[in-house]
């Protein structure tokens, strides 16, 4: 079949139409001239499925996710298929061929310091997923180096300098020019249900030019809560002349110093991490450090907005509020000169936060206005403007309930010579009142006030349709937490996967 240049717009009307085979050849004639596009493999997943063919559909999903880590409908469809996941229902040899990626050499390293709790894990992990596994060692005085080769990495020593770019540069002259390099720290530890990925990936992209740096998924177990960051690149072509510089929260670079072209790519290589955690941050003394070396790093670098945004980030993180807005400030004024510089939605993001647990409301939605401005696709700025849009509608509803309650208590008490509306405290005011607390939540008592207003002017029809559809809308709230017995079934709709 050959394939639209609108590709795109075409299947997603073969799988409106519901014309599963029409859609299931067009996926095919795709994927064999892109075989990296994730929604080409998602909606030949869905045709697949519709089909039936649950093994195959879940195989073209997986490598659409694998793709695509952000993707919304993958949990969704990880639970529909996940019976199928290895399950064999007959050979699909043209669906063999397009899963198919040229084999290339893919190793891992590993940066260690006292690291024997979790090191042995780390190695045992990454083991099936590449070739061979390094541990740089920066001068462990536990048994990190024998619990490493135990599992089967091999370790090169390095001296500590307070540089974690200068350490990771360590291991360069042993990784070889061929393949790839996948970094993973030593406290994370990789999903087995990814071990195929790395592989895969650099399958995929090894003739990619200019070269490709592909970002992987941290998912950080924070005591209550799992967070995912896919914001973090790990893996890199190597003989590109790509390595790793700064003193924390390295970046991976060209080591010539130069600008080259290159592209950024992402793929769900899920490393499970657990030391963000705080007890572990303080405890291992990684706050201060980390701090120290920003500074060190905004002092050698006094211009360069990602080492001010940073060290306002991991000021807050240590629980150093107030002295991290400083810094966040710093960042984002040089980020404006800076167009490079592409975490200025975080900087502000965090400032967000900070400001609004300190109630400075007022500034919190300045910043939330560049956000959104600025940064029009990035979905936080529109969050922040949206919290403190209501905190200050919130706080306002809280002003008009005060003063409307003066207003009603100052009236039988004026004597003064200038008249006043007779209506405003016996009605007017005690409306807005009522007003104030339905917005606040309070609809009790504002059911009440409004209905004391009612009773004392009961040919006023805006209060009397306040009430009734305030007593609708209860009853509907009443239904939904308590439906009747009777209810009807919901009829289950084909599921659609939606685009990326």
């Known amino acids: 079949m050959q394939v639209p240049s609108d590709w795109r717009t075409a299947m997603l009307e073969l799988l409106q139409r519901k014309d599963w085979r029409a859609a299931e050849a067009m996926g095919r004639s795709v994927l064999e001239e892109q075989p990296a596009e994730a929604q080409a493999w998602v909606w030949l997943g869905e045709a697949l499925e519709q089909r039936g063919k649950g093994a195959a559909a879940w195989r073209c999903y997986d490598r659409g996710w694998m793709l695509d880590p952000q993707a919304v409908w993958a949990p969704a469809a990880e639970k529909r298929l996940g019976e199928w996941k290895g399950h064999d229902e007959g050979s699909v040899a043209w669906l063999d061929r397009l899963l198919e990626v040229p084999t290339v050499r893919v190793v891992a390293a590993i940066l260690a310091k006292d690291e024997a709790e979790n090191i042995h894990h780390a190695v045992s992990a990454l083991k099936p997923a590449v070739d061979d596994v390094w541990v740089v060692d920066t001068g462990s005085q536990d048994n990190t180096v024998e619990l490493a080769e135990q599992a089967g990495a091999r370790v090169i020593h390095t001296a500590w300098e307070n540089d974690f770019g200068k350490a990771r540069r360590a291991v360069d002259p042993y990784l070889g020019d061929e393949g790839w390099v996948l970094w993973v720290d030593a406290d994370e530890f990789l999903d087995a249900d990814d071990l195929a990925v790395p592989r895969v990936a650099a399958g995929l992209f090894q003739s990619v030019d200019p070269p490709l740096l592909l970002r992987v998924v941290q998912v950080n177990y924070l ?34 110093g130069e600008k080259h072209p290159f592209q950024r ?36 670098e006094p211009e360069n907005p990602a080492a001010w945004g940073f060290l306002g980030r ?31 939605p975080e900087v502000r993001s965090v400032l967000c936060e900070i400001l609004d647990r ?22 936080m700025g529109w969050y922040w403007k949206a919290r403190f849009a209501i905190l200050q509608a919130d706080q306002l509803a809280a002003e008009a309930q005060q003063w409307a309650q003066k207003c009603r208590e100052v009236a039988p008490t ?32 504002a059911y009440d006030v409004y209905r004391t207003v009612l009773d004392h002017t009961p040919q006023f029809d805006a209060v009397r349709q306040q009430i009734e559809r305030m007593e609708r809308e209860a009853k509907a709230v009443l239904t939904a937490v308590r439906p009747p017995s009777s209810a009807t079934q919901t009829v289950s709709q084909p599921h659609l996967a939606p685009r990326r």
């Not at 893996?235 to 510089?245: R, S």
Request: glycine content about 8%.
């Open 314 to 344: 991991d000021l807050y993180a240590a629980g150093k509020i107030e002295e991290a807005i400083p810094p966040l400030y710093r960042a984002e004024a040089l980020a404006a000169h800076t167009p490079e510089y592409a975490r200025t």
């Open 414 to 445: 004026y004597r003064g010579i200038v008249s006043f509306n007779p209506d405003v405290p016996g009605m007017l005011a005690p409306i807005i009142e009522a007003d104030s607390l339905r917005m606040r939540g309070n609809w009790r008592p």
């Open 358 to 379: 300190l109630k400075r409301w007022e500034e919190a939605r300045q910043v939330a206005d560049r956000a959104a401005t600025e940064s029009p696709d990035h979905p």
């Open 223 to 256: 005591n209550d809560r799992v967070e995912h960051n896919f914001d973090i690149t790990r893996m890199y072509p190597l003989g590109k002349g790509l390595t790793w510089k700064g003193r924390i929260h390295e970046q991976v670079v060209f080591g010539d």
């Open 265 to 300: 790519g992402a793929v769900r290589i899920r490393l499970d991490h657990r030391g963000y955690m705080r007890e572990v941050m303080t405890s291992r003394g990684k706050f201060d450090r980390n701090i120290a070396l920003l500074k060190a790093w905004t002092e050698d």
